[in-house]
């Protein structure tokens, strides 16, 4: 899983333009640090104040940068999701398909609406670091836009998520093979970065129960529930390398600023 993380700063390196290490920093700090906080929102949070830090920006430049990383990682894992769930139709008796199916289709038409809305009434929005947000998610999701480098880095995120999934089932020695995995861990990771869950915890049990158990009897349900749970483990492990990206900063005056913006 650690692999996602210099994943996760190509995609964000796209939004707020820095150091590739710097960024790096950004990201992994935040994450080793949100382990102490109860919500994995706090993630997010720390960004922000870490991004105003490092490039010396607005409060609301900074906010609505992390607000654009999150929501074009959302739509692009949603989009790759829904193609996976309309491939999985012809390899799994899901009886959920068709409804998740429509459900994902109908985000992500509310998302491109509401895109398509802003872009046009644009100048209706007061606050210009909100609409400069707007333009700028809308630059991306747009198919003539970077559209296509975001869909490569979430189908790298899912790959690595999908990996670790299986290595921790092959680990527990609980027989599922790869392909199914991956057709439904957009699904799960989806859930799984959930904000308002401690690293996806409760979230990701319950979509993990429901996807491979309940509904397609891939596994049962103390399995699902035991590889989702070790899982957890693995992410949080990924996340304590954020200890070195806080004692090796290229810049400790930089990490100074960082942890007066956040204290």
């Known amino acids: 899983m650690s692999l996602n993380y210099p994943l996760n700063t190509l995609r964000f390196n796209l939004i707020v333009k820095n150091n590739f290490l710097n960024n790096l920093s950004i990201i992994w700090a935040s994450s080793f640090l949100s382990l102490f906080l109860p919500f994995s929102i706090f993630s997010d949070i720390l960004r922000v104040f870490f991004v105003k830090a490092h490039k010396n920006t607005s409060f609301n430049f900074a906010l609505f940068s992390v607000f654009a990383d999150r929501f074009l990682a959302l739509f692009c894992t949603l989009i790759i999701g829904l193609i996976f769930l309309i491939l999985s139709k012809f390899f799994f008796n899901f009886y959920f398909t068709n409804f998740i199916i429509y459900f994902f289709s109908a985000i992500i038409s509310f998302l491109y609406i509401l895109l398509f809305f802003f872009s046009k009434n644009i100048a209706f929005i007061q606050n210009n670091n909100l609409r400069q947000s707007f333009i700028l998610i809308n630059k991306y999701a747009h198919p003539s836009g970077n559209l296509i480098l975001f869909l490569i880095i979430a189908f790298l995120n899912i790959l690595t998520f999908t990996f670790t999934l299986w290595m921790v089932s092959k680990s527990i020695s609980v027989d ?88």
Do not use: C, H, W
């Open 176 to 263: 599922i093979d790869f392909v199914s995995l991956l057709f439904f861990s957009p699904l799960v990771l989806i859930a799984s970065n959930l904000p308002i869950f401690y690293q996806g915890y409760g979230a990701r049990e319950a979509s993990f129960i429901f996807l491979f158990s309940e509904s397609t009897n891939l596994i049962s349900s103390a399995n699902a529930l035991t590889i989702s749970i070790v899982f957890g483990f693995t992410l949080i492990s990924s996340a304590l390398f954020g200890i070195f990206f806080i004692l090796l900063l290229p810049s400790k005056i930089q990490f100074k600023k960082m942890l007066r913006s956040v204290f």
